[in-house]
């Protein structure tokens, strides 16, 4: 299929995609184009908490499979799996693309959503993540009761090297 962006006047050329898709099949899968957009915005709201700068948004896809779990008496009922829809979305510059669309199966465990990220996306996601806590250095010696012993109280190296090996379990 041709990749659709997902704007508004677009709704219904993803809508046919899904009534063709599906078919008959109702009960566990994406069946309105809203809920593909839903995941746009979804996956728009995961990027922003990853990445601070939207242009670094490009790049990134997002597979959903839908339908919930349900318990495995269920499951069992049939021995078959139940159908559902899977989708895959693309991250453009601006927009997000529905680039994939069809039928799949499930079991107990229902559907699932997952984010993937460029290799440049995940360095931006880590080094963002690594800044978001503060980096604390500590100026003295840790006891083993987790207290600091400053480096300034001691007054000559003999006492230093004396306190060092009673922090460090050392006689």
Same mark, same amino acid.
């Given at each position: ?43 728009? /709201? ?6 601070? @700068? !939207? *242009?670094?948004? %490009?790049?990134?896809?997002? $597979?959903? &499979?839908? /339908? ?6 269920? @499951? !069992? *009922?049939?021995? %078959?799996?139940?159908?559902? $829809?899977? &989708? ?84």
């Amino acid at each position: 299929m041709k990749p659709i962006k997902l704007v508004e006047g677009n709704k219904a050329k993803v809508q046919a995609e899904l009534d063709r898709v599906n078919g008959r099949a109702s009960a566990h899968c994406y069946t309105d184009a809203d809920e593909i957009y839903a995941l746009a915005r979804y996956g728009e /709201g995961r990027l922003s908490g990853l990445l601070t @700068a !939207k *242009k670094d948004f %490009k790049g990134a896809t997002m $597979t959903c &499979v839908s /339908g919930s779990s349900v318990s495995n008496a269920y @499951a !069992k *009922k049939s021995w %078959k799996p139940r159908i559902a $829809t899977r &989708v895959l979305l693309l991250r453009g510059s601006v927009e997000w693309y529905l680039t994939s669309i069809a039928p799949d199966e499930i079991y107990s465990t229902g559907g699932s959503t997952g984010l993937r990220l460029t290799p440049t996306q995940d360095a931006l996601a880590i080094h963002n993540f690594r800044n978001s806590y503060a980096h604390e250095q500590i100026h003295g010696w840790l006891t083993p009761r987790g207290e600091i012993v400053p480096w300034g109280v001691f007054t000559d190296e003999d006492s230093a090297r004396a306190a060092f090996a009673l922090v460090s379990g050392q006689k």
